[in-house]
């Protein structure tokens, strides 16, 4: 799936399945996101379809895109779900996903985290540390239930990726270092309220390679052996997310070619795999709508200064990262270099310096591509400007998902203290 696959031009104008974008625009106002149901759906079956001869369970990463129209579409299609917080949890057993294809990642979740999700029995739990591992004990032997857990494991490995989304590596936050985990596989054999399940592994997000991927695989299958001679039960090897997508011209291995790569490195166990994709399911199956505010002729270099900005998609101002930025309405017109930037107050607030678009003025519509995941789960009312609606397309019909809040919503969750 490339940038454009979902959102193509008819007669120089953008379209996501039957419905230009401009018609969407001229009823939600911009900025919004725009998701292809479609796309979605499509991306979710190459999955299933890639991982059909292995006992595969996909479990959608929620914090790339929790909305609950995403979680309910992919719910549909019998997805699972890796969260992080309670509020993901809850937003995942909201839409209907069954608790039964919850796993449950994250360094640092609380008691009351670990008690709800407890309370609801979860598929596993990923447990990055000894110490949240003992306390998940503890509350399961209060609850006079048993945790299903798998430690991730940080197999050391480079995943060749932007060192704030690589977590594979020995200096990296997450997980039990491999080196350590027979150790930590062995106390928690002796923990009440612990039955060990399987083991898990996450090295990173938009990974363009696969030999990270199936060195630290062959690192887990050894592992997996291992652990089984010492006399523990592993059922379940959680691959992770983390395989890439297309933003501007990265060749990303199909998740055909993916899955092949993880039946070869741990087909022989005979455990069930559980997947956590986020963005490869949702990235290239969104983008954020914008209008130009104005065009701005600088001593230098043209701006094209956009309505929306970096508290409405952070990925430019935070990773340095690429997306494609496309006129919605292409006309006849000539491409021309801008830096596209938006209206908050910080030079970082620039989605791209020195970029070719499609001649543009002020009222013009333009698309930022690839924003399906880690956009508006990550957008905040920085600035006191209104959080971007979110809108989802289905063939000919299209829904607001999210609406655009007033400034009254925003004003009214602040309370003045009595002395003022
Ligand atoms: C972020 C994350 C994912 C999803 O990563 P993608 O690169 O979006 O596929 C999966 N598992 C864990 C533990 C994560 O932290």
Redesign the pocket.
């Known amino acids: 799936m490339t940038p454009v696959s979902y959102f193509p031009h008819k007669n120089n104008e953008m379209y996501v399945d039957d419905i230009a974008i401009s018609d969407i625009a001229k009823q939600v106002k911009t900025p919004f996101y725009c998701y292809s149901s479609t796309a979605i759906e499509t991306s979710y079956q190459e999955y299933k379809n890639a991982f059909s001869a292995q006992d595969a369970l996909v479990c959608f ?1 929620v ?2 895109n929790s909305n609950q129209a995403v979680l309910a579409t992919l719910a549909k299609l019998g997805s699972g779900a ?1 969260v ?1 917080s309670m509020g993901e949890i809850r937003r995942a057993i909201a839409a209907g996903i069954p608790a039964n294809k919850i796993v449950y ?2 360094v640092a979740k609380s008691q009351e985290e670990i008690h709800y999700a407890l309370s609801l029995g979860i598929l596993q739990f ?1 447990v990055e540390s000894e110490p949240e591992l003992e306390l998940i004990s503890k509350v399961a032997t209060s609850l006079n239930t048993t945790a299903a857990i798998a430690f ?1 494991i940080n197999p050391d490995v480079c995943a060749q990726t932007h060192a704030k ?1 690589s ?1 594979g590596k020995a200096e990296n936050k ?1 997980g039990v270092p491999i080196s350590k985990a027979r150790i930590a596989y062995n106390q928690a054999a002796a923990l009440p309220g612990i039955k060990i399940q399987g083991v ?1 592994v ?1 090295i ?4 363009t390679s696969l030999a990270p991927f199936a060195e630290a695989y062959q690192r887990i299958a050894e592992l997996v052996t291992e652990l089984r001679s010492d006399g523990h039960d592993i059922s379940v090897v959680d691959v ?5 997508i297309t933003y501007l011209d990265e060749v990303i291995p199909s998740k055909q070619t993916y899955a092949e790569m993880v039946k070869a490195q741990l087909g022989h166990l005979n455990c069930k795999i559980i997947l ?8 290239n199956a969104g983008i954020l709508v914008s209008s130009v505010a104005f065009v701005k002729n600088g001593e230098e270099r043209q701006f094209l200064m956009l309505d929306a900005g970096m508290n409405d998609l952070i990925r430019p101002s935070m990773y340095d990262a690429y997306h494609q930025i496309i006129a919605v309405n292409k006309g006849e017109r000539e491409l021309k270099t801008y830096d596209v930037v938006g209206p908050v107050c910080e030079t970082g607030d620039t989605f791209a310096k020195a970029r070719q678009v499609h001649e543009s003025d002020a009222g013009d519509l333009i698309a930022i591509m690839s924003s399906g ?2 956009g508006a789960v990550m957008s905040s009312s920085y600035n006191t400007r209104l959080l971007a609606p979110e809108v989802m397309v289905k063939g000919s019909e299209f829904a607001v998902i999210r609406k655009r809040p007033s400034y009254e919503d925003i004003i009214k969750q602040d309370i003045t203290p009595s002395w003022l």
């Not at 990173?204 to 990974?207: A, R, T, V």
């Not at 992770?240 to 890439?244: E, I, K, R, W």
């Open positions: 990463a914090k790339a890796d992080v990642s994250g990923n991730r989304i977590t997450f898990d996450h990173g997000s938009q990974l992770g997310g983390g395989l890439g956590e994709p986020g963005r490869s399911l949702l990235g995941a880690y």
